[in-house]
């Protein structure tokens, strides 16, 4: 699908040089002398390289068609993470480094959206939010409280994430996939 220059935004893929790219920051520059036009940085997803390009706001690019399918997760081993199609019971694997560190999230038949381009999976989407449990917490110091300060924390699934001072040891949360942080305490 084409689209203009000046409707590029954060985390698009894009089709441009033979290759796949998600853009990472976009600027709209108008200059005083001059046409406009958009700043573009992107990163490719199959050689893990980076650009920046200028595109006049006139030029148009070619969006990315993604297919977009949901899984149950199943297991992983010391290089994949396995997934079932719940309707047609298909399995695929994904390499751990798509996933990156929101793969230690991933629990026993949690539900994911799978992003495919050109059948091959690029992107997971996990829920956003899950449960976890605390398995580790510092103490939380007396006179702390007063100031909104949080503290270190390892949850059972070997994150480590920022807690409030009343947290402790054994405690269920709920933590924000997208940026890994505390929610509240169920």
């Known amino acids: 699908m084409k689209l203009n220059a000046s409707e590029i935004r954060v985390g698009m893929l894009l089709e441009y040089k033979n290759d796949l790219w998600q853009v990472l920051k976009t600027q709209h520059v108008k200059p005083g002398k001059g ?36 899984f149950n997760f199943l297991y992983e081993d010391e290089k994949n993470y396995f997934f079932m199609n719940p ?12 996933i ?23 992107s997971v989407d996990l829920p ?7 398995d580790t917490t510092d103490v939380a110091l007396k006179g702390q409280t007063v100031s909104s300060s949080y503290k270190p924390a390892k949850l059972d699934n070997g994150l480590n994430i920022q807690v409030p001072p009343f947290i402790e040891a054994g405690d269920k949360i709920i933590v924000d996939t997208r940026n890994l942080e505390y929610i509240k305490k169920i």
């Open 87 to 98: 309707k047609t019971f298909d399995q695929i694997e994904i390499k751990k480094d798509i």
């Open 35 to 70: 046409g406009a036009f958009a700043q573009v940085e992107m990163k490719s997803m199959n050689k893990n390289t980076k650009i920046n390009e200028r595109f006049r706001s006139s030029e148009s690019v070619e969006k990315a068609s993604l297919e977009e399918t949901k």
């Open 128 to 134: 956003n939010q899950v449960n976890c449990i605390v």
């Open 100 to 122: 990156g560190d929101k793969g230690k999230l991933l629990t026993e038949n949690l539900e994911v959206s799978v992003s495919f381009y050109n059948d091959l999976p690029i």
